[in-house]
T-cell receptor, first 111, second 112 residues
Framework: NAGVTQTPKFQVLKTGQSMTLQCAQDMNHNSMYWYRQDPGMGLRLIYYSASEGTTDKGEVPNGYNVSRLNKREFSLRLESAAPSQTSVYFC??????????FGSGTRLTVV | TQLLEQSPQFLSIQEGENLTVYCNSSSVFSSLQWYRQEPGEGPVLLVTVVTGGEVKKLKRLTFQFGDARKDSSLHITAAQTGDTGLYLCAGGGETSGSRLTFGEGTQLTVNP
């Protein structure tokens, strides 16, 4: 989606491997978010960053870490992947007082 | 934790029919947003409603925010195959920096 670039688009990991999901926005917005989407459970917030240099836990932070490297980039790291982390991961920024713009997602499978 | 429940979870209709999707909560939200998501893509914002009782129209889509700001509905008139997708409602808290709470989504399929 316009304004948010997520990489990679697909990834298969073995249990215990680590990886970093990258997210970059080109609109200079302060607030950025990481969500995971699982069937029948909607979008659940993992971590968010209200501004450069700050991060806070969301609803499901266990097993993840984040870094707000600068205003543009917000990365999500899985230190030791587990099958329960198989999901689609979305990065987003808040484009206005109310609206979010999402990336196209990273589809992660942990075997 | 604020929860949003959407119904129905799945909806399959014929082109030309009308439909309504509901989003309900026991909590009050300062705003309510509707997103549409297509396969392989992220959600895209359709509309935001902020005032109790507010009604917004987007072509054949009508969005309403409940008077008590606890629920919302999305009505589609004369559905088209291009309306097929996952519809998500999301509620915002009382402050501008508060996070969104998403419903589980309604998967709509419009058959030709």
């Amino acid at each position: 989606n316009a304004g948010v670039t997520q990489t990679p688009k697909f990834q298969v990991l073995k249990t215990g491997q680590s990886m970093t999901l990258q997210c970059a926005q080109d609109m200079n917005h302060n607030s950025m978010y990481w969500y995971r989407q699982d069937p029948g459970m909607g979008l659940r917030l993992i971590y968010y960053s209200a501004s450069e240099g700050t991060t806070d836990k969301g609803e499901v932070p266990n097993g993840y870490n984040v870094s707000r490297l600068n205003k543009r980039e917000f990365s999500l790291r899985l230190e030791s992947a587990a099958p329960s982390q198989t999901s689609v991961y979305f990065c987003a920024y808040r484009q206005s007082f109310y609206g979010y713009t999402f990336g196209s997602g990273t589809r992660l499978t942990v075997v | 934790t604020q929860l949003l429940e959407q119904s129905p979870q799945f909806l399959s209709i014929q082109e030309g029919e009308n439909l309504t999707v509901y989003c309900n909560s026991s909590s009050v939200f300062s705003s309510l947003q509707w997103y549409r998501q297509e396969p392989g893509e992220g959600p895209v914002l359709l509309v935001t409603v902020v005032t109790g009782g507010e009604v917004k129209k987007l072509k054949r889509l009508t969005f309403q925010f409940g008077d008590a700001r606890k629920d919302s509905s999305l009505h589609i008139t004369a559905a088209q195959t291009g309306d097929t997708g996952l519809y998500l409602c999301a509620g915002g808290g009382e402050t501008s920096g508060s996070r969104l709470t998403f419903g589980e989504g309604t998967q709509l399929t419009v058959n030709p």
